[in-house]
């Protein structure tokens, strides 16, 4: 199958390529990026005149839930909302019941996925067994079974002396470390930022430091063992100086950011609605535009989701009870178009660096660029589109959402993986193609 994406602007992070320009796509490979290819062998003409196409967004930071809570959601659903949401590939986190600790349930994700899905999925193991920051897993045997990272996710590994062996054999076997970085002694009880909006609602807040003495400490176990570090949702400008500080030592650190952090603070709380409670917490005006000027600079390598849904009847619990997080793998593209890119924050390119290359480049994948021979991954984003966000329009089985009702623009118009549309919205209808369906 031949497939011809007319007249859109291209953008290939790699090289710095950014034209209008059409791309013919052979089977699962990129074979042409030039003007006016002929559409005589194609089998199909995708029309993306006044679109940009772009290579296909990797997300490091989802959870999928199953196996364990399919309730909240499950690989078939959270794919499919990364199909809707632009992402080819995404990452799921360890922290399912049973937990991803060992190469039984690593085999079950990846051959659930391969089953019910068209979207890529890489698993990150868990750090330690169960994820109760004792005794570290098998790192080498989680690697081979298709493991990209390790991490103990919102589960941070107190015990320095645990964090520092799990470092020390990370850097032996090659594989990152993706830190959740909050001190839980200084997080107790809190349910969001510590500030003055805490201090009004009554709610124990999270301080800064909770996050940044975590960040303190892995930096400097990464100094003193070698091992790959990825910073997972810094939300605070002190973090992201601190990172700053460790690349200007050539530390091999990355880290990410969320659209939820670069956009709302800690005064959108209104303590009534907990689609605001996330961890870690919404921050104040000063973080959100210190972490806006980090992505910028560089200094952030990657804009995750951290789309974590959970269940209504969950959410529902108020404030102080529910559980913290936000489902984002729909919203995300169209947030940070909306209010990054539209207002001049980073360029559309930028944008694929940062969704797309830089977080290929934390796995070493061989993803992220827009170039002939290369794997057909492309998501093409219609920068125009107008839209309210509406989670009962959701592929996830999570609706919990801080965006409900707020306009943005930048949807989602196609998401190829390996050369194939697992997901279209064209005239005002949609379509997700899974694995076991052929073609829309």
């Known amino acids: 199958m031949k497939t011809l994406i007319r007249g859109g602007r291209v953008l290939d992070p790699e090289s710095g390529y950014d034209k209008i320009a059409d791309i013919m796509i052979d089977d699962n490979v990129v074979v042409e990026i030039a003007e006016n290819i002929s559409d005589e062998d194609a089998d199909s003409v995708i029309d993306a005149s006044g679109d940009y196409v772009m290579p296909g967004f990797v997300d490091l930071h989802a959870h999928l839930r199953e196996p364990g809570f399919e309730h909240k959601e499950t690989i078939r659903t959270g794919t499919r909302a990364a199909a809707r949401g632009g992402f080819t590939t995404i990452c799921c986190m360890p922290n399912t019941r049973p937990v991803m600790d060992n190469v039984e349930i690593i085999k079950y994700v990846i051959e659930k996925a391969e089953d019910v899905s068209s979207v890529n999925v890489l698993p990150v193991a868990a750090v330690t067994a169960a994820e109760e ?25 107190m015990d320095s002396r645990v964090a520092r062996q ?54 400097i ?13 810094v939300t605070t400008k002190d973090s992201a100086e601190l990172i700053k500080f460790a ?76 559980p913290f997080g936000a489902s984002a793998l729909e919203t995300t593209v169209s947030l940070i178009w909306s209010e990054l890119v539209e207002k001049g924050v980073i360029s ?33 984003i219609d920068p125009n589109d107008k839209y309210v966000i ?51």
């Open 133 to 157: 920051g004792e005794y570290l897993t098998d790192f080498d045997a989680l690697k081979d079974a298709g493991a990209v990272a390790v991490s103990e996710d919102i589960n941070t590994v």
């Open 166 to 219: 799990a470092m020390r054999l990370a850097a032996e076997v090659d594989i990152p470390v993706f830190a959740h970085c909050e001190d839980k002694s200084l997080a107790k009880r809190g349910v969001m930022n510590a500030g003055n909006r805490a201090k009004e609602l009554g709610f124990y807040g999270i301080l800064d430091s909770a996050e940044e003495t975590m960040v303190a400490r892995d930096l």
């Open 221 to 233: 176990l990464a100094k003193n063992t070698g091992a790959r570090l990825h910073v997972c949702h």
């Open 247 to 322: 690349k200007e030592k050539g530390l091999p650190v990355t880290c990410e950011v969320t659209a939820h952090h670069l956009i709302l603070t800690d005064n959108d709380i209104d303590g009534s609605d907990a689609d605001f409670k996330i961890c870690p917490p919404l921050r104040d005006k000063d973080d959100v535009e210190g972490l806006r000027r980090a992505l910028a600079d560089g200094v952030i390598d990657c804009i995750c989701t951290d789309h974590a849904p959970h269940h209504k009847t969950e959410k529902d619990r108020g404030f102080l009870e529910a």
């Open 348 to 380: 559309p390119i930028q944008m694929a660096e940062k969704m797309s290359l830089n977080p290929a480049k934390v796995l070493r994948l061989d993803k992220g660029v827009l170039q002939a021979g290369r794997i057909a991954d492309i998501t093409i």
């Open 390 to 440: 509406d989670s009962t329009k959701f592929a996830s089985l999570g609706k919990n959402t801080p965006f409900e009702g707020r306009e943005v623009k930048g949807s989602v118009k196609y998401t190829i993986v390996a050369g194939k549309v697992v997901y279209a919205h064209k005239d005002g209808n949609e379509t997700i193609v899974d694995k076991d369906i052929a073609k829309l």
